[in-house]
């Protein structure tokens, strides 16, 4: 007889080659063939598993030792206290990205109305969880990958929030140019590629080989992108309009610069991730009726 235990134990042996989160990655595997919560098999070890489930268990945990991440094998990751669908072709919403959103919430009155964009919807992550957070919210989410897109409004739909997205295809704001929403958007959001493209190759083999190149590389430097975010996104908001960014290590201070070097930004803010990394960057667009007052840049945890 083969017990949740039985195979448990083999798993995190075989595993223990490729991954420090070996039981982890056991546990979350066989929960999600046996759809149950990881305290169920604490509870259940002995519980005899059919041959169907130990072929489909066996099956994933192979897909795991060749690198693949567990978010891919079971297309699902968790993010903001919602469920996401993802696959291979889609970035896997990172815990870190939660700071950008959090960081957001607390610059806003929620009793007002908001236009969003967020450019780089990937699997819609951020999209949605504002549109779910946003009461009155309105989000124009762009992405240059039609695959990404596809996914991004299976999750809109599967949270109910579709009547309130725009999904667009494009780069950066080209698609932006005939919305005729210039100089009137409240939040211009942002989590773009910001790897250096030299570096990529020597990202853990879960990122470097599965993850799609296109959300990755930010160019020689890893700042292309920011630079023509930070340029550009004046024209889009309105004054005092929000540009929040996350960024990756020791990119913050730069993208800062960018953004007071722009002259159109105020009240430049840095937020540090719980790892103590500085991760997002967020700036208000200087009322053009009032002299920019404020370009000192404020750092917080």
């Given at each position: 007889?083969?017990?949740?235990?039985?195979?448990?134990?083999?798993?995190?042996?075989?595993?223990?080659?490729?991954?420090?989160?070996?039981?982890l990655?056991?546990?979350?595997?066989?929960?999600?063939?046996?759809?149950?919560?990881?305290?169920?098999?604490?509870?259940?070890?002995?519980?005899a598993?059919?041959?169907?489930?130990?072929?489909?268990?066996?099956?994933?945990?192979?897909?795991r030792?060749?690198?693949?991440?567990?978010?891919y094998?079971?297309?699902?990751?968790?993010?903001?206290?919602?469920?996401?669908?993802?696959?291979?072709?889609?970035?896997?919403?990172?815990?870190?990205?939660?700071?950008?959103?959090?960081?957001?919430?607390?610059?806003?009155?929620?009793?007002?109305?908001?236009?969003?964009?967020?450019?780089?919807?990937?699997?819609?992550?951020?999209?949605?969880?504002?549109?779910?957070?946003?009461?009155?919210?309105?989000?124009?989410?762009?992405?240059?990958?039609?695959?990404?897109?596809?996914?991004?409004?299976?999750?809109?739909?599967?949270?109910?929030?579709t009547?309130?997205?725009?999904?667009?295809?494009?780069?950066?704001?080209?698609?932006?140019e005939?919305?005729?929403?210039?100089?009137e958007?409240?939040?211009?959001?942002?989590?773009?590629?910001?790897?250096?493209?030299?570096?990529?190759?020597?990202?853990?083999?879960?990122v470097?080989?599965?993850?799609?190149?296109?959300?990755?590389?930010?160019?020689?430097?890893?700042?292309?992108?920011?630079?023509?975010?930070?340029?550009?996104?004046?024209?889009?908001?309105?004054?005092?309009?929000?540009?929040?960014?996350?960024?990756?290590?020791?990119?913050?201070?730069?993208?800062?610069?960018?953004?007071?070097?722009?002259?159109?930004?105020?009240?430049?803010?840095?937020?540090?991730?719980?790892?103590?990394?500085?991760?997002?960057?967020?700036?208000?667009?200087?009322?053009?009726?009032d002299?920019?007052?404020?370009?000192?840049?404020?750092?917080s945890?």
């Amino acid at each position: 007889m083969t017990t949740i235990h039985k195979v448990l134990k083999e798993a995190v042996c075989r595993l223990k080659e490729v991954t420090d989160t070996y039981l982890l990655d056991a546990q979350v595997i066989l929960c999600h063939i046996l759809k149950v919560e990881r305290l169920y098999l604490i509870i259940n070890k002995d519980r005899a598993l059919t041959h169907k489930e130990i072929l489909e268990y066996n099956k994933m945990i192979e897909k795991r030792l060749s690198g693949m991440p567990v978010q891919y094998i079971i297309a699902n990751q968790e993010f903001m206290g919602m469920d996401f669908y993802v696959e291979e072709g889609v970035l896997i919403p990172r815990p870190d990205t939660e700071i950008l959103i959090e960081k957001i919430l607390e610059s806003i009155d929620q009793s007002k109305k908001f236009t969003i964009v967020d450019i780089g919807t990937g699997s819609g992550a951020i999209t949605i969880s504002l549109a779910s957070l946003i009461k009155n919210s309105q989000i124009y989410s762009i992405d240059i990958s039609t695959k990404a897109l596809d996914i991004a409004r299976k999750n809109a739909n599967k949270h109910g929030v579709t009547s309130k997205i725009n999904f667009l295809k494009g780069s950066l704001f080209e698609p932006l140019e005939d919305m005729d929403i210039k100089g009137e958007v409240d939040i211009l959001v942002s989590n773009p590629p910001y790897i250096p493209s030299s570096e990529i190759g020597r990202l853990q083999i879960e990122v470097s080989r599965y993850e799609p190149r296109i959300a990755l590389d930010g160019g020689e430097d890893g700042l292309d992108f920011y630079r023509k975010i930070v340029n550009n996104a004046p024209e889009y908001l309105r004054p005092n309009g929000l540009l929040a960014l996350e960024v990756g290590h020791d990119q913050a201070r730069k993208v800062a610069d960018l953004m007071k070097g722009n002259n159109k930004y105020v009240d430049i803010q840095i937020t540090k991730d719980l790892a103590g990394i500085e991760r997002v960057v967020r700036g208000r667009k200087a009322d053009t009726r009032d002299q920019v007052r404020d370009t000192s840049l404020n750092c917080s945890n």
